[in-house]
């Protein structure tokens, strides 16, 4: 019977050579992951691609886990010479999104014996004061979305790697990019409305000045090019409930057809927009489709849920850790692209049949 004295068998190999004052040492690693002492230090350095298996690295780590192991940073800092932290800029944490991407960096940087320091600029996306006097002296390198781009102007002096996430591939600033299929996302979106046989969408568009979401309205125009008798319109909106609100309201109202489709760039704003659509009196999707883009907790908590595309924040996390790690290390870092999926729910339908789209609310 399993009860509180349960151990694993990992602990248990460590147990019997050592009491549970004594520290954790990198040879009770070695000996619960059955690799040599050298593996170890290869895996937590993180230089053991090309010298470690793939399944040996994974049980270094593990083990490593679950005994509680800590390397001698402190010893291993002097002779890097690092301070073995890197700090994370995003915009302010109004969603669970920029959470979940520090989650995939800090899961990541532990494994290696790395800190990670959230900084959310305060104002959410524009300049920010230096959170650190002397940043040179305290971090050994910066991961940063580029909607908290202009967050960084204090930092850029310093001589920091800088590692972007969702950015321009050719910025000049970055020492590296990490990005998501933001385009390939927009695409299928604007697809999966085509196919279902609407022609006439709005796409509400968030009223910010970034790389990702000028990315995301040239793909949702050139995708609407290509199918005949499609007529889109654009409808900015800020990153808000409230926005979104009033964005579709003024879609929805405004003089000629009515949209039978609202292309949203981000769920915050699609659920703003399904607000606008019940009090006109109209129903989604009979009568309005709706899109999110995301996938946010809050994708599945209105009714009906959101058709939206997931993004993996967290392996967009991960991958943004990796990149530093390897400029740090003298390599030549990678710049993958992540693939997002798009998920169907119960906000879009077919246009309805009738169309009475001469017929706006309001009496337009």
């Not at 125009?221 to 499609?230: C, Y």
Request: net charge neutral; glycine share 8%.
């Amino acid at each position: 019977m399993q009860g509180e004295n349960t151990v694993t068998s990992n602990e248990a190999r460590a147990g019997a050579h050592h009491p549970a004052s004594a520290r954790t040492t990198s040879r009770d690693v070695a000996r619960a992951a059955g690799v040599s002492q050298a593996a170890v230090s290869l895996v937590l350095g993180d230089k053991w691609r090309g010298r470690v298996s793939e399944s040996k690295a994974e049980a270094v780590r593990t083990a490593a886990r679950e005994l509680g192991y800590r390397p001698n940073l402190a010893a291993r800092s002097l002779r890097m010479g690092r301070t073995r932290t890197a700090l994370l800029v995003v915009p302010a944490l109004t969603t669970e999104f920029f959470a979940r991407v520090y989650t995939g960096a800090a899961r990541t940087a532990a494994d290696h014996g790395f800190g990670v320091v959230l900084y959310p600029s305060p104002e959410g996306i524009g300049p920010a004061r230096d959170p650190f006097d002397s940043a040179a002296a305290t971090l050994d390198g910066v991961i940063a979305s580029s909607m908290a781009a202009d967050a960084l102007s204090a930092l850029r002096t310093a001589g920091l790697p800088l590692v972007m996430l969702d950015s321009d591939p050719d910025d000049p600033r970055a020492t590296a990019t990490v990005n998501l299929d933001i385009a390939d996302g927009a695409r299928q979106l604007a697809t999966h409305l085509t196919t279902l046989g609407h022609r006439r969408i709005t796409h509400l568009a968030a009223d910010v000045d970034s790389w990702t979401f000028a990315l995301r309205s040239r793909a949702v125009t050139d995708a609407l090019a290509d199918v005949p008798g499609t007529h889109l319109r654009r409808e900015p909106s800020a990153l808000a409930v409230d926005a979104g609100l009033r964005a579709a309201h003024t879609a929805l109202t405004a003089p000629g057809p009515r949209p039978t489709a609202l292309l949203c760039d981000d769920d915050i704003i699609a659920a703003g927009a399904c607000k606008a659509v019940r009090r006109l009196g109209l129903r989604i999707p009979e009568d309005i489709s709706v899109t999110g883009f995301d996938d946010l907790a809050l994708a599945v908590a209105v009714e009906p849920e959101l058709t939206t595309v997931r993004l993996p924040a967290e392996d967009f996390g991960e991958a943004g850790m990796r990149a530093l790690m390897a400029v740090l290390d003298g390599g030549r870092p990678p710049s993958p692209t992540l693939p997002v999926e798009l998920i169907t729910r119960g906000s879009t339908a077919p246009p309805p049949a009738d169309s009475p789209n001469a017929a706006r609310p309001g009496g337009q």
